[in-house]
């Protein structure tokens, strides 16, 4: 007799609100139903169900073939992956705290990410882990690792903000013929104000398009993850104390990089701030500066700035990691400096 | 009185010259391409280390349709490469760069894959394919299929985190896959007593808790006996196993290492155990071929060798352009916006 689905993986079947990590729970669990070649592997993902309880249940239903807990060696077993997608597998590796995956760096950038232009075929495989700051978790518990992949070609790299994103992106992710990095905004895996019903069809979210979560005319703002809430938060301040109108665009993927949405709306609002919450120097505002300096010089009536956090280690302390971070109040006053330029 | 044959008849003992005769030929093709300047980038021999390979390969399922055994071969195991289906033609293109080779031009020498045939080509760090060749062999597993893999690397990638992880991975997995480990006493010029405290890596085995088993690599019927022995266990269920295979690198890491670091001497002493002579007089010697028949093999491996290369000289190198191609499997990546006829940042 078939095992019956966990009752907390129905949610969206019941037509009940959920949060985001319960948004890619179900995703995980539905590709899985899907697809036979979708399998797991990551550390503790089995018998425990995941540090964050992600794939909870998922070993009692799928079995011990399709929910590996591994040593704990994440080079080995997102290697084990990579071969297993070479042989018509599609792994989907958990890194338990996405600061871990540094061991993984070599056969993600060195074989991974070549594979496909190489002529080994494509690796079809999704890495994806808890990544951010905010919980007290200090240096090896905090990392948003984007940066150190974003300059690797052939990688995809995926960051949702909302549940419904997390769930549609994670199917298209597991989907996609190209290796991606999904990461998760542990700080958002709970939050309470995330919790949506979602569309109970199987829809996915493409990779590679920026939404926009709120139109403006006055100032763009680029950003991705945890920060799109403190954007939002900051713009609906400006809008009712400065009566300025703030138009934001969540990113969503980050490679490959959405740069027509970039420029189509720094062309509409003249006026460009970048937010995001990895640290400053080579964080992706970086990048997108220099997209819009090719592509939109002429249309641009100031500079572009950039709110992001401080170049150090993530610190423990609360007091500390709360000024490491960036605040909704440096969103605010970033934005009201660029609006008064 | 003849030696056992270990089962083969006397068509297979010849294959296997044969097969030897094809990588010395090979590779010593390329020595002449690379004199002539058709060479792109570095040229690896693997004099002395010929039987490794061929005996290996020799030993497993070699089918054409995906569902035979799974080799990762190494630069000086172009050998289990050609037993594998692995074309001379393709060897050379892959040699010279040229937009016909396997990978188009992006990839070096034995650095190509053939997924039906069942090989999957090496990157340059080898403990990698350690990993790779885990989770190919846990597809087999888990998925029920009568398939092994065999993964080939040197002593010096037997240092590497990598190593360690892929093969910790597969022996608690029990993956189907089999370990080669090339012990040519040099990792470029370092020797495997500084690559090692063990004086063999059999005895790595233990803490993995994996059978291993050293071999003769000049010898090439103890190669196939030991690999043939391996993979029944392996295929009956045993996991994951390693064989050490002994000899001696007699070049220099690639053509452009004088190998200045080893005493002379040693290599001459080690020119006596040269595989291919070896295993030539025990043809001979057990009358398992006739000196005519030898001398046919070596003619005609000579000469496959040679209407290759000049198949692969005539041929096109890649179109410059093409370097933008197949990044990903579905996004186009922008050709440099300055090499455009009207040079224009705001349209690439």
Not at chain 1, 111 to 130: H, K, M
Not at chain 1, 161 to 181: C, E
Not at chain 2, 42 to 71: F, I
Request: hydrophobic content about 40%; overall charge negative; aromatic content about 8%.
């Amino acid at each position: 007799m078939d095992p019956e689905t966990p009752e907390h993986l129905l949610k969206t079947k019941r037509g009940e609100p959920v949060t985001m990590l319960e948004a890619i729970s179900e995703a995980l669990f539905e590709e899985m139903i899907r697809d036979e070649s979708v399998f797991l592997m990551g550390e503790d993902i089995g018998v425990y169900g995941g540090a964050f309880k992600v794939t909870r249940d998922f070993l009692s239903f799928f079995g011990e073939n399709r929910v590996i807990d591994t040593p704990i060696a994440e080079g080995g077993f997102t290697g084990a992956a990579a071969g297993a997608a070479h042989m018509g597998l599609r792994p989907v590796v958990e890194i338990q705290f996405m600061d871990f995956i540094s061991p993984a760096y070599d056969v993600i950038t060195n074989y991974i990410a070549t594979s496909n232009y190489r002529g080994a075929g494509p690796q079809p495989l999704v890495i994806r882990g808890p990544v951010g700051g905010g919980n007290r978790g200090g240096p090896f518990h905090s990392q948003n690792v984007e940066m150190a992949f974003f300059h690797t070609p052939g990688l995809k790299i995926v960051y949702p903000s909302t549940a419904r994103d997390a769930k549609g992106l994670l199917k298209a992710s597991i989907r996609d013929d190209n290796p991606v990095i999904f990461e998760e905004h542990k700080g958002l895996y709970r939050a309470p104000s995330l919790r949506e019903v979602l569309p109970d069809d199987d829809y996915v979210v493409p990779l590679g398009e920026a939404r926009i979560v709120r139109e403006g005319t006055d100032i763009t703002i680029v950003t991705y993850g945890s920060m799109v809430h403190k954007s939002v938060e900051a713009a609906e301040t400006m809008e009712t104390e400065d009566g300025v109108s703030v138009e934001i665009v969540d990113l969503r993927t980050l490679l490959p990089l959405d740069e027509d949405a970039i420029v189509e709306s720094v062309k509409k609002t003249n006026k460009l701030l970048v937010v995001h919450e990895d640290t400053r120097t080579g964080g992706i505002a970086g990048e997108i500066a220099i997209r819009v300096s090719e592509k939109a010089f002429e249309w641009l009536d100031g500079p572009i700035l950039r709110v992001t956090a401080i170049d150090a280690p993530v610190p423990y302390s609360g007091s500390l990691e709360d000024y490491f971070l960036p605040q909704t109040d440096d969103v605010l006053k970033a934005a009201r400096y660029l609006a008064a330029y | 009185m003849s030696e056992p044959t270990l089962g083969l008849e006397r068509a297979g003992l010849q294959d296997l010259y044969r097969s030897l005769c094809l990588t010395r030929a090979a590779e010593e093709r390329l020595e002449l391409l690379q004199k002539q300047g058709h060479v792109t980038g570095g040229l690896y021999r693997s004099l002395g280390q010929e039987a490794g390979a061929v005996g290996a390969a020799y030993a497993l399922r070699r089918r054409t349709d995906g569902t035979g055994d799974m080799l990762c071969h190494t630069i000086r195991a172009a050998g289990a490469l050609f037993l594998f289906g692995g074309e001379l033609i393709d060897y050379f293109r892959q040699y010279m760069a040229k937009g016909t080779s396997p990978t188009r031009g992006r990839e070096a020498n034995v650095h190509w894959f053939d997924f039906q045939k069942g090989f999957v080509g090496p990157v340059s760090p080898l403990g990698t394919m350690i990993e790779i060749m885990a989770g190919m062999t846990l597809s087999f597993r888990v998925r029920g299929e009568d398939r092994i893999g065999i993964v080939f690397y040197g002593d010096g990638a037997s240092s590497t985190g990598a190593w360690h992880e892929g093969l910790n991975f597969a022996a608690v997995q029990r993956c189907p896959m089999i370990l080669i480990v090339e012990n040519n006493q040099w990792a470029f010029s370092t020797p495997t007593s500084k690559n090692t405290r063990v004086s063999s890596f059999t005895e790595k085995g233990p803490g993995y808790g994996i059978d291993t088993e050293a071999v003769d690599g000049t010898d090439v019927l103890a190669v196939f006996d030991a690999v043939r022995r391996a993979a029944l266990q392996v295929r009956s269920g045993g996991g994951t196993h390693m064989i050490e295979l002994n000899y001696f690198r007699r070049k220099g890491h690639a053509q452009h290492d004088p190998q200045d670091y080893v005493d002379p001497v040693v290599i001459r002493a080690w020119e006596k155990k040269d595989p291919l002579d070896l295993y030539r007089s025990r043809l001979l010697h057990n009358e398992w071929a006739s000196e005519e028949e030898l001398m046919v093999i070596e003619e005609q491996t000579f000469e496959e060798c040679r209407v290759a290369a000049e198949a692969a000289i005539a041929e096109p190198y890649p179109e410059g352009s093409e370097a933008v191609l197949g990044v990903y499997t579905d996004v186009a990546m922008p050709h440099p916006w300055t090499r455009s006829n009207s040079p224009d940042p705001t349209l690439a």
